[in-house]
């Protein structure tokens, strides 16, 4: 496990406020799996992460983040997201969680939102839209911890990749027979 991975909770308003440190990747998602686990099961189904100190978060973790949002919503609860770093928040855009897991701009707002927390949630502007190739990879990944998922485009919608040109010119050579060594061709 990673030493400097930790978890904290505190309780605030009506939810709980979870604080992810470290890196969340395949050595420590069984810990945090396990601590959020343990809050559901006493009764905390409306949770917060602050993900502040959070340095690293690999498919593990995103998954962990998947079926706990999955158990929450079985039990009328939320999961909501706090100070997201920018490399995560492009990481949940990819595979598409980032509607299914809102952002907040502070605890605060986070916590007293209420039940459907719309008008609070930050305005994520992506630079760029999920490449095509990665669009599909949410569903699945919502489908196996039964999370709901806005509707997936269609195959009219999505628009196939323009082709990456080579970083140099092809050129094509044929073979040609070349003279054995020694030879002088003339043979």
Known sequence: MTE?????????????????GGELD???????RSHLSGLIANGRTRLVLDLAPLDFL???????LASTLGRLRERGGWLRLVNVR?????????????????EYASVALAAGAGQSGASASVT??????????????????????????????????LVAPAPVPAPWPVRWRTARAH???GSTGDE
Do not use: N, Q, Y
């Open 4 to 20: 400097d991975f930790f978890i904290r909770d505190r309780r605030a308003a009506d939810s709980t406020v979870v604080t992810i």
């Open 26 to 32: 395949v050595a420590t998602a069984p810990v945090l």
């Open 58 to 64: 690999d498919a593990s973790g995103l998954g962990v």
């Open 86 to 102: 920018p490399r995560i928040r492009r990481l949940l855009g990819i595979v598409r969680l980032t509607d299914a897991l809102p």
């Open 124 to 157: 994520r502007e992506m630079a760029t839209a999920p490449a095509p190739e990665t669009a599909m990879l949410a569903p699945a990944l919502l489908a196996r911890h039964a999370v709901a998922v806005p509707a997936s485009p269609t195959s009219a919608e």
């Open 179 to 181: 003279p054995a060594k």
